[in-house]
């Protein structure tokens, strides 16, 4: 068995190599057909996207079954394998350290190299699509050869060895470990399609609304896979780590953020696009933005710079993404500057006071909010390059700065939801936002009412309601025009991802101010109280096996379920990971963790016992913003040449 | 309805909620368990061996080691949660502060975003008054030669979409 | 709106900074002293009042009378077990020297088991202090092993050294802080 598994690594370089081969002669059919207009040249493109696509998954195919096989011959496998894994965190084992991921994403990039071959196979003598292709070939290389150089996956590893130590023990212990990295890798590399397209248009010079149509589904699931991402990864810190939180602003969360932010700002910019063909120049630098902060974020979080900056020149990963980063955006740039006459919009904003305005606004927002979140996630590492000394920026930075800006996006999603296209006067927004006030009045009232307190946390209840308020408007009037398909459609599942961000908003505020903890020192069989709630230890659980040893406390929460904090000692690396335990409802989470050192023979428990308001609605929210993204993407009411661009305003007395 | 939706209702509705407001920030939020005060305390310390996660959320034993040092400090009772700060930071010579100090050229990772925030304002504000003007009603002579300029084009020309 | 004059410039000065940034990423050298600073030095020692693996208690205040070397271990960390020759080394000069400066290992998140059994396989017989709940390493401002730290025979803390050993270092530091603090 061990003699064919040791072809894995021969064969999973060939492979590679020959995706290289492929994308580079893709890119070389690609630019060279579309500049001579030649159909034989393009007809070779689909042909070179297969191979490279085939390639990349061979590739991945090869790295599973040396992981499968425990293949101790690569250096890889001698990182994250180990005979003691069992199977299923050994298949996610291959992406859980650098080469194993880079992988993935080339599987992901090529398939999407090929899909979009495919789409566009009657296209492909349209100059625009060549260029899309080329560009998407462009970035394939870059990662192919990411994999013959500093990041080899197949690398011969030490010879005699027979066993490793595993992956890293928080990546073998919870099923989210199967989901949470293809799901935020899809997202990543979805946004690189778009992006294409944008490079396409610029080259051609079409930059008016062709390409974004085109390519408006393709941002819209990047951006959806982004955020579930982003929720799993929040749901897996909570679940797995032990802290009780959700975020806790560490530079591989704001790697995956600020994307998002960016990528946010630009869904919503281009509807102005669509409608009024104007913030060309905004919605170009957004994606742009978007699509190289990805590569800047796999740059912090895989180069170790922020570990410490000499980590920069120990490996050359670094130096390679930090290039293909640079070179992105000044070509970008300069492509986006050659065309700037033609960026030129035919009209201009009428009035701030529209929905024009308000996304314009809105791009603003999430500009300064991308930036801020970036300067903190680099700022140590410049402070470290130019004065050699080490400085932390930590979460009462971020979370200083993230809620005034949370809470101006709360209220322009109050308000932007009922404007109109081209104007709105004081009046048509008082009468719009009259029942959605009342919405947030209620909320403040209520929250008032069930006792709480801060001032940060009231005004986000009060705009939540006033917010949820003005999209349950929007989704009534829809409904009440088209029935069930008032929920379809992009500004209606644009609403029902509102009240999923909406749902977030709030109960971050809520779980953020109200949660207490204590810490409880059980003795078996007496039962001991805390905020309401009866907590008795009933005794201990045991487990061990080749991998590790689990030593569980067993709590009767409530004279009901038994919960069971756990710490967990993994025998080849010698570190003790706690696992928490859980009580969920919809009004509060009640978290267990046992506090170490744990002595089974004393009868005794250190228990932390945190009770952490309406946690359950962070998940409810994201599984809506999941749902509405879907509903996003289902046409709408279909549009008729003759219909106007935007609703007519209810003309006033006055001009 | 309409009567609903006049201003005198809106005015009333403001004041609803400043008395709201009003009520739910001044009153007391109730006691604070010591573990509370824990974490609260863990949240403003630095894990000297992390990537700037703080002690609360690190998982590492140099940050449960001072998470221990805080517990017994709560429980002596004798500092203010900023005195317990100090004495763990004067330990570790000032490398477990997890916000930057607001001197010297640390303080640009405040200053910036606030700069920025500003500039953005302003953009935003010269952008709205230049498009208030430039909207009063009368084509400019640039608008006047835009029209000419594309009235004179080839509309069959396929490389301006 | 003739923003679009300006995007050159833009993209120039992005290339500019983009380019500076890599080079002072480049050339950022590694720094690092071997002795190292504290607010505790010059200061009377923390008070280290513990048991011992082998059974032991131990006192730091009670050492006053003799220099004192603490040496904060683990026994999965790469730099303490190749540091772990020269206290070999350093361990059997004290014995045979007047003046003998005493050594103990301040047991650093681990257990009894592992370095016991390190001591076992790779020799030492001074005694290993166990540190619960990490309040010795927190006193000292000890985050990552090894470090090692000289107490004077007045109890005063003399000298910090973080990472690993060198050969000969220590020693010739402790001849100097003699010298220097005459009469230990």
């Known amino acids: 068995m061990l003699g064919v598994a040791g072809l894995a690594g021969p064969l999973g370089r060939a492979a590679l190599f020959v995706g290289l081969i492929g994308a580079f002669f893709g890119l070389i059919a690609a630019v060279m057909g579309t500049r001579s207009e030649d159909e034989k040249v393009l007809r070779l493109v689909p042909r070179f996207a297969t191979l490279s696509c085939v390639s990349a998954i061979a590739a991945f195919a090869a790295m599973e079954w040396a992981m499968i096989n425990r293949d101790f011959s690569l250096a890889y496998i001698q990182k994250v394998g180990s005979k003691s894994t069992p199977a299923l965190y050994n298949f996610t084992a291959v992406w859980s350290a650098l080469e194993g991921s880079i992988l993935l994403w080339l599987l992901v990039l090529t398939c999407l190299t090929s899909g979009i071959v495919f789409k566009y196979r009657d296209r492909i003598n349209d100059p625009m699509v060549g260029w899309a292709v080329a560009t998407m070939f462009f970035v394939g290389i870059f990662f192919f050869i990411l994999t013959l150089g500093p990041a080899n996956p197949f690398a011969v590893g030490a010879p005699g060895v027979l066993d490793g130590p595993g992956p890293n023990p928080l990546l073998q212990n919870h099923i989210l470990v199967v989901f949470h990295p293809p799901i935020l890798y899809l997202g990543y590399v979805g946004m690189t399609v778009p992006f294409a397209f944008a490079i396409g248009a610029l080259i051609t010079g079409r930059v008016g609304e062709g390409w974004l149509v085109e390519t408006r589904r393709w941002a819209l699931f990047s951006w959806g896979f982004l955020t579930l991402g982003i929720i799993l990864g929040s749901w897996w810190s909570y679940e797995v780590l032990g802290w009780s939180g959700v975020w806790a602003w560490d530079p591989v969360e704001n790697a995956s953020f600020i994307p998002w932010l960016t990528g946010t700002a630009y869904i919503h910019s281009v509807l102005v696009q669509e409608r009024r063909g104007m913030l060309r120049v905004w919605n170009l630098s957004l994606l742009v933005s978007t699509f190289s902060l990805t590569i800047l974020g796999t740059f912090l979080t895989r180069s170790g710079v922020l570990n410490s900056v000499h980590a920069f020149s120990e490996s050359s990963i670094g130096p390679y993404l930090l290039s293909f980063f640079a070179i992105i955006v000044v070509v970008s740039v300069a492509l986006i500057g050659w065309r700037g006459q033609k960026l030129h919009s035919p009209g201009t904003i009428d009035s701030p006071l529209s929905r024009e305005g308000a996304f314009l606004a809105n791009n603003v927002v999430f500009s300064v909010f991308a930036f801020v979140v970036l300067l903190g996630t680099v700022f140590p590492l410049i402070i470290e390059a130019f004065q050699n000394r080490q400085l932390v920026v930590g979460e009462p930075f971020f979370d200083k700065l993230a809620v005034p800006a949370g809470l101006t996006l709360l209220f322009l999603m109050c308000v932007a939801p009922v404007l109109p296209w081209r104007k709105a006067s004081g009046e048509l927004l008082a009468d719009r936002l009259f029942w959605p006030a009342w919405g947030g009045i209620g909320a403040l009232a209520l929250s008032v009412g069930l006792g709480a307190t801060g001032f940060a946390p009231l005004l986000t209840f009060a705009l939540g309601g006033f917010a949820g308020g003005a999209a349950l408007r929007q989704l009534v009037l829809a409904t009440r025009r088209q029935g069930l398909r008032g929920f379809v459609g992009r500004a209606n599942g644009g609403m029902v991802v509102h009240i999923g961000v909406i749902l977030i908003a709030v109960a971050l505020a809520a779980s953020n101010s109200y949660t207490h903890s204590q810490e409880l020192l059980l003795k078996q069989g007496v039962v001991a109280t805390f905020d309401g709630h009866t907590f008795e230890l009933i005794g201990f659980k045991e487990e061990s096996d080749a991998r590790s040893t689990v030593v569980a406390a067993m709590v009767r929460v409530d004279g009901g379920k038994t919960y069971t904090p756990a710490i967990t000692k993994y025998k080849s690396i010698g570190t003790n990971i706690g696992t928490p335990s859980v009580k969920s409802s919809f009004v509060k989470d009640i978290y267990l963790t046992i506090e170490p050192p744990v002595k089974v023979s004393s009868k005794t428990a250190k228990i932390k016992v945190f009770i952490k308001p309406m946690v359950m609605w962070l998940w409810i929210g994201g599984g809506l913003m999941g749902v509405g993204t879907l509903l996003s993407a289902f046409p709408g009411r279909r549009r008729k040449p003759t219909d106007a661009t935007s609703a007519l305003v209810p003309s006033e007395t006055s001009a | ?161 | ?184």
Not at chain 2, 44 to 72: K, L, M, Y
Not at chain 2, 81 to 104: C, H, Q, W
Request: with cysteine; aromatic share 8%.
């Open chain 2, 1 to 161: 309805m309409k009567y609903l939706k006049t201003w005198p209702v809106w005015m009333l509705m403001g004041l609803i909620v400043v008395a709201l407001l009003t009520v739910g920030t001044t009153r007391d939020s109730g006691p604070l368990t010591q573990s509370d005060r824990i974490d609260s305390i863990t949240k403003h310390i630095a894990c000297p061996t992390c990537d700037g996660e703080s002690v609360f959320v690190s998982r590492a034993s140099a940050a449960e080691a001072i998470r221990n040092q805080v517990a017994r400090d709560v429980s002596a009772g004798t500092m203010t949660d900023d005195e317990i700060i100090g004495s763990i930071a004067n330990t570790f010579n000032g490398k477990v502060l997890l916000v930057p100090r607001a001197t010297g050229i640390d303080s640009l990772v405040w200053i910036m975003p606030i700069a920025v925030l500003v500039c953005a304002v302003a953009g935003l504000w010269a952008a709205f008054r230049r498009w208030r003007r430039d909207n009063s009603g009368e084509a400019s002579s640039d608008d006047v030669a835009l029209v000419e300029k594309l009235l004179a084009e080839d509309p069959t020309d396929e490389d301006n979409v």
């Open chain 3, 1 to 184: 709106m003739n923003r679009g004059k300006n995007v050159p410039y833009i993209a120039g000065a992005a290339g500019v900074v983009l380019l500076a940034f890599l080079v002072v990423l480049a050339m950022a050298k590694p720094g690092g002293s071997e002795s190292a600073s504290s607010p505790l030095l010059g200061k009377p020692a923390p008070i280290v009042k513990s048991t011992t693996i082998g059974g032991g208690t131990f006192d730091l205040a009670r050492r006053k009378g003799s220099w004192v070397v603490l040496n904060f271990f683990n026994s999965t960390c790469v730099p303490c077990r190749q540091e772990h020759p020269l206290l070999l080394d350093f361990a059997q000069e004290q014995e045979s020297s007047d003046n003998a400066v005493e050594l103990y290992t301040i047991v650093n998140d681990d257990s009894d088991g592992p370095v016991q059994a390190f001591f076992d396989t790779n020799g030492g017989d001074w005694p290993a202090v166990r540190d619960d709940d990490g309040a010795i390493s927190v006193a000292f401002g000890v985050a990552k092993v090894p470090e090692s730290w000289v107490i004077d025979p007045n109890g005063f803390v003399r000298l910090r050294i973080m990472g690993a050993l060198t050969k000969g270092f220590l020693t010739s530091r402790l001849d100097e802080l003699k010298t220097q603090f005459a009469g230990g």
